[in-house]
């Protein structure tokens, strides 16, 4: 796992400029640094040492030297490939070499051969070509920021405040799509010119010019098979990922919470070490769940409990990582349980990814429960839905708001914070990207599929691939470990893209099929359990005279003054602060946004 940066230019004096980029990055790879310039490119590296140790220093080189790659992530399958790619002259036991020698053999098709999480970028000397790739979910991230005659790329964006010929400018009209969706839901970023390399896609940049294109969508091909081969089929898969995701040269270890996802993981990999942060309020403590587990099957769980102070006093730490701001308050869980585990090990293992391939939300079920008010005719649904979006905006009110409704028309994903309706009351600058024309692609793309798929495709091109993977590799990162995800694996999806909704949800549960599949190995009781995620008290703290008092300062800012409608915002954190309301998403929502903004434009 490492930080890669470069870019292609005339620059003369390269290597200055590359350095300082890199340096930018020593959070991701603290155990070295390389660096390769030439007349047109400059490639840099920060190296967090996993696999081949002694010789995987990067940028490697072909041995004719018309080849240069720098990359951050691990290719599971390398081995595999090595075999298959025998005539090449391999010098070293690295992934990184077998992305050389692939590219000789497959070109662009490269990255159709991989598994694993990957960002990794090819200089080709003799057709001057940039050749870039993006892993098919989006686990290691990937920037890219154009001028006239230059093109800057990084894993992180901060890398990119170090080049003369970057420019600093907030991207205002992305804040009302933050507003809704908690994070940065598209491709263009809230710096100006700064576009992220979607999932699943190439680069490629030679003579001034940029092309992008698609190598891995999505596809749902559901086949129903006997449900008994369908609970082995995953059982199988699972412990081929986990299998693959624990090849290192250096201890691995484990996330744990007292859910399925991190129990099923741990009870197949069974590592030395886990780790669980908790809260003192019970209501927001995993630990005793964890331990439970981890006593079961004989092996170490280290835990921390996080104090409020600690948790307010990092949150502009977790934002300068994050790059742009985010507001789901388990990203600060997070950060924690990953320092936690940076004391022990360079490696971990985590769940993300289970709830979107599997179906483990609490609304997928609604497909299911609500089947009886779906018999209405739809007109009759939608006049009721009509009415019920005149009055305040309460959950029961909220369910015949969307029961009337095309799913295209309202659905952009299960965290959604602020309505459209409420954006444009609140925001002092117009809305001109609407949220239905950010998920109009998707819903396009699977507009012959049934709702609960449609709901995934939504949740696994937002949610998960531009929110829960990013955070989980700025959070392991910032604390230089390597996170990796056995969920999000090529394999599993293709295991989970062909169920059936009934072995999704039901009434009884979400996640059904991955359920019993994980009960033939896990110990205790953790199967059965509702999702947590990584639960945090914020809405109690708000509460609490400090952390009100805190908000209320933001709140009172020039920059806040100058986006919103502070009025609004203060009467709201009162309501919450008196308990007449529960607002604390929608406020922390803003504070994060306040936060950030100090941050990347008054303390840069």
């Known amino acids: 796992m490492c930080g890669i940066t470069g870019f292609v230019s005339k620059e003369k004096e390269k290597e200055p400029i590359l350095k300082k980029m890199c340096d930018r990055l020593a959070h991701r790879g603290p155990d070295g640094e390389g660096y390769y310039t030439d007349e047109l490119v400059a490639l840099g ?20 030297g018309d080849l240069i790659v720098t990359f951050n992530g691990e290719i599971y399958n390398y081995q595999d490939l090595k075999e298959e790619l025998s005539d090449y002259p391999f010098v070293t036991n690295s992934d990184t070499e077998v992305l050389l020698a692939g590219y000789l053999k497959w070109g662009e098709d490269l990255p159709k051969h991989l598994r694993g999480m990957f960002a990794f970028a090819i200089w080709d000397k003799k057709e001057k070509k940039l050749f870039c790739a993006r892993d098919p979910f989006g686990i290691k991230p990937f ?7 230059e093109l800057l790329f990084a894993s992180e964006i901060k890398a990119f405040l170090e080049h003369p010929s970057f420019h600093k400018e907030l991207n205002e009209k992305i804040l009302p799509a933050y507003m809704s969706f908690s994070f940065t839901p598209t491709n263009e970023t809230f710096f100006k010119n700064v576009n992220r390399l979607d999932a699943g896609s190439t680069l490629t940049y030679q003579n001034n010019k940029l092309e992008i294109k698609k190598y891995f969508s999505l596809s749902f091909p559901i086949t129903k098979q006997e449900y008994d081969k369908t609970l082995v089929e995953i059982q199988n898969t699972m412990a081929e990922s986990v299998k693959y995701h624990m090849i290192s040269d250096v201890e691995v270890g484990s996330f744990l919470s007292s859910g399925i996802d991190s129990s099923y993981i741990v009870c197949l990999a069974k590592p030395s070490k886990t780790y669980t942060v908790g809260y003192d309020n019970p209501r927001y403590d995993e630990i005793s769940y964890a331990k439970d587990l981890t006593e079961k099957l004989h092996i170490q769980n280290i835990s921390k409990k996080i104090q409020k102070d600690e948790y307010m006093q990092i949150i502009p730490k977790i934002l300068y990582h994050m790059d742009e701001p985010a507001s789901d308050p ?3 869980s997070l950060y924690f349980v990953a320092n936690l585990a940076s004391k022990d090990v360079k490696v971990v293992l985590s769940g993300e990814g289970a709830d979107e391939f599997f179906g483990g939300y609490n609304s997928y079920r609604e497909e299911v429960d609500f089947k009886w008010y779906n018999k209405i005719p739809f007109f009759i649904r939608n006049i009721i839905s009509r009415l019920a979006s005149l009055l305040p905006p309460v959950r029961g009110i909220n369910f015949f708001v969307r029961r009337g409704q095309k799913l295209e028309d309202h659905y ?14 609140i925001l002092k600058i117009p809305v001109t990207l609407t949220n239905k024309e950010i998920t109009k692609p998707v819903f396009d793309e699977f507009k012959h599929c049934n709702n609960l798929v449609k709901m995934q495709a ?12 990013q955070k989980a590799d700025r959070m392991t990162m910032a604390n230089s470990i390597e996170g990796r995800v056995p969920f999000t694996d090529i394999e599993v999806f293709k295991t989970a893209s062909h169920l059936p909704n009934e072995y999704k949800v039901n009434k009884a549960n979400t996640k059904v099929a991955l359920r019993d599949a994980a009960k033939s190995v896990i110990p205790n009781e953790s199967y059965k359990k509702k999702k947590l ?27 806040a003054n100058k986006y ?10 009162n309501e919450h602060y008196e308990n007449k309301k529960d607002n604390y998403r929608k406020i922390w929502n803003v504070y994060c946004f306040i936060k950030w ?4 434009f008054e303390e840069e």
């Open 458 to 469: 939504i949740d696994i091109h937002f949610w998960l691939m531009k929110d829960i993977l």
């Open 533 to 559: 995620g990584f639960p945090v008290p914020i809405r109690e703290w708000m509460k609490e005279k400090s952390v009100y008092d805190e908000i209320l300062k933001a709140f009172k800012t020039d920059i």
């Open 45 to 64: 590296h920060r190296r967090l040492s996993i696999i081949d140790i002694k010789n995987g220093a990067q940028p490697m080189k072909t041995k004719k």
């Open 412 to 425: 952009i994903g299960v965290n959604k914070i602020w309505s459209e309706k409420e954006v444009n009351k």
């Open 564 to 573: 919103f409608d502070t009025e609004i915002l203060i009467d709201m954190l």
């Open 330 to 332: 388990a990203i600060v």
């Open 597 to 600: 903004y100090q941050v990347f």
């Open 143 to 149: 920037y890219y920021y154009q001028t006239k005659n």
